[in-house]
């Protein structure tokens, strides 16, 4: 009976795998699939869920425009960091990113610092943000209106400004700076529309609004080519803005794998070259459970150290069971058997924080590291900085 459970759950995980890879990958041109506006197309006609979700959005996106309102007093802007696609686009370590320039440009201005506004879903964002910036304020709830404007009166004398975490569809929630992330490696998803896709709104929509757009993992696309491609599509759905979008690449690097043990006493700034030897020839077994597994991956493939690397993913921020943890302490025993390699069990941050105790028990059992990377912007990192302090700087 325990293998059978075993061999259960491990095939839910194949299959939801299986599901989000089919809606995340891009199988034709993204102006011709994302369409969805009722414009009689068979391909519409033939995904009638997206269509009708696509309808109801539509309406709801007017209605709520039409009524936004703010939840700050101008002298607290409101900064929102969001995605066109469900999963990871880099939002989490794009707000990291983002808070820690904001602070390091208050310690020479005024000692006021920003707020997180999260919606909190999976408790392992917000946990992220509050261990790594415990100065900052955080306010957690669904209605992020209520709760923002809450938070701003309890708050407001001590707020830099508001950053809110997945608000590009927080429509009545009038912003000073729209910040859309867009994963490079998957930009549209399949083309389609949720339920049939990872579209939340169609491209044209949602980057008609954008201020800046960042093209996170650009560098792990193959040429310069599909780089320049993606660049002219943005250009094209945002050129409603009148040419003032801003289009910006970010990438992680890898700054360490820390010991559990030692996650809260060691720096942001940790190198890797530190462990690097230690790690050489070793296997890495990941365990996570985030939007976008496959991005995690490449970063610990590029490491270039390992002798292999192998993936279990969960879903997106997926609650660890007890259960879970024993049978990926047998799948970590059976990959050290067949390599007769020592194996580093490698997960990330947000997970590690959605269940410290949880993990921090697995590392007794398992040589358990967090994968800590930092968010650095490429292209047009100037540019974006500028907009952000002008905007903190204008209030």
């Not at 997180?116 to 261990?131: H, I, N, P, Q």
């Not at 150290?305 to 259960?323: G, K, L, R, S």
């Amino acid at each position: 009976m325990v293998l059978l459970m075993r061999a259960w759950r491990r095939m839910r995980r194949q299959c939801h795998a299986a599901v989000l890879s089919a809606l995340r990958s891009r199988k034709s041109s993204a102006p011709a699939a994302i369409e969805a506006r009722g414009d009689g197309s068979s391909e519409q006609n033939k995904r009638w869920l997206s269509a009708l979700y696509g309808a109801i959005i539509a309406t709801k996106r007017t209605r709520e425009l039409a009524r936004a309102a703010r939840i700050s007093p101008p002298a607290v802007p409101v900064i929102s960091v969001g995605n066109v696609t469900f999963g990871a686009t880099g939002k989490t370590p794009c707000v990291l990113f983002l808070t820690d320039m904001i602070l390091h440009h208050s310690f020479h201005t005024t000692a006021k610092v920003p707020m997180l506004l999260s919606r909190g879903y999976g408790d392992d964002e917000w946990r992220l943000f509050a261990s790594l910036f415990p100065e900052c304020k955080v306010a957690i709830g669904s209605d992020r209106v209520r709760i923002g404007a809450q938070a701003v009166q309890d708050f407001n004398d001590a707020l830099s400004c508001i950053l809110l975490d997945d608000g590009l569809q927080q429509w009545r929630i009038r912003k000073d700076l729209e910040i859309v992330m867009i994963d490079a490696l998957h930009p549209f998803g399949n083309g389609a529309l949720i339920p049939h896709g990872s579209l939340r709104e169609t491209p044209q929509d949602a980057l008609a609004r954008a201020d800046i757009v960042i093209l996170h993992h650009a560098n792990l696309l193959p040429t310069q080519t599909a780089l320049d491609t993606l660049r002219s599509e943005i250009h094209a759905y945002s050129s409603t803005k009148g040419g003032h979008t801003v289009i910006a690449t970010s990438q992680m690097n890898v700054q360490g794998l820390v010991p559990v043990g030692e996650i809260g006493s060691v720096k942001p700034d940790t190198s890797f070259s530190s462990n690097y030897d230690e790690l050489k020839g070793k296997c890495a077994f990941i365990l996570c459970g985030v939007g976008n597994p496959d991005s995690v991956k490449r970063v610990v493939d590029s490491m270039g150290c390992w002798h292999h690397v192998h993936m279990e993913a969960f879903p997106d921020h997926y609650m660890f069971t007890q259960a879970d943890l024993e049978d990926m302490q047998q799948e970590v025993v059976a990959l050290a058997q067949r390599t007769q390699r020592d194996v580093v069990v490698v997960t990330t941050e947000k997970d590690f924080f959605r269940d410290e105790q949880l993990l921090t028990t697995f590392a007794n059992q398992c040589d358990v590291r967090v994968l800590r990377c930092a968010f650095e912007l490429a292209d047009n990192a100037h540019v974006v900085q500028q907009r952000v302090l002008e905007v903190l700087a204008s209030k």
